[in-house]
């Protein structure tokens, strides 16, 4: 039985309109923008967003962010606080990137924390263009989540999964209900 004070929710909609202390961006490695949730979160939260992405690679992030790491900047004209940048990992049948998936979960609650943010949204990470499969990246979402949490229960008030459609509203359904909710 778990005795944490976070609660894992689940929301279908924009992660562009998520009034929470930090939302995740599966980043592209450049960190300058791109497609999916990564351009979304690029047009919404603005010029100060990309301000900070370009000031990450002209200095320790000259090479851009390696996959499964996090970083943050400010969010821009976003309702949160701080944009949490993460590369998820490109699914290949032929090798086993889940701690790649993983990790990018871990890094992203871990910068979150050091930032002080009490609330967290995370997209679906890497299940877009990157080809993760739905289920199996809700499960590892949910997993790694679950056992951050567990691990230091009270660092968050809530962790929210914030998803696009029905296929991953279901996904991430089945992965909360088989880890206890």
């Not at 351009?39 to 100060?48: K, L, M, N, T």
């Not at 790694?144 to 809530?158: G, L, M």
């Not at 962790?159 to 279901?170: K, L």
Request: hydrophobic share 40%; with cysteine; glycine share 12%.
């Amino acid at each position: 039985m778990s005795t944490s004070h976070t609660s894992l929710t689940l929301v279908q909609g924009d992660i562009t309109e998520q009034a929470v202390d930090a939302v995740v961006n599966a980043a592209n490695s450049s960190l300058l923008g791109g497609g999916g949730v990564d351009g979304a979160i690029h047009r919404r939260g603005g010029p100060e967003i990309l301000a900070e992405c370009r000031a990450l690679r002209d200095g320790h992030y000259g090479g851009g962010l390696p996959t499964g790491q996090a970083v943050a900047t400010t969010a821009g004209r976003l309702p949160a606080r701080w944009v949490v940048h993460t590369v998820g990992p490109v699914y290949a049948k032929s090798e086993d990137r889940s701690d790649l998936l993983a990790s990018c979960y871990r890094e992203s609650l871990q910068v979150a924390g050091e930032l002080g943010a009490r609330t967290v949204a995370f997209p679906a990470i890497s299940t877009g263009i990157y080809g993760w499969p739905l289920a199996d990246g809700a499960r590892t979402a949910v997993a790694t989540v679950r056992a951050a949490v567990d691990a230091a229960p009270d660092a968050f008030d809530e962790i929210r999964f914030v998803v696009f459609d029905d296929s991953a509203r279901e996904a991430y359904e089945a992965a909360l209900a088989a880890t206890g909710g």
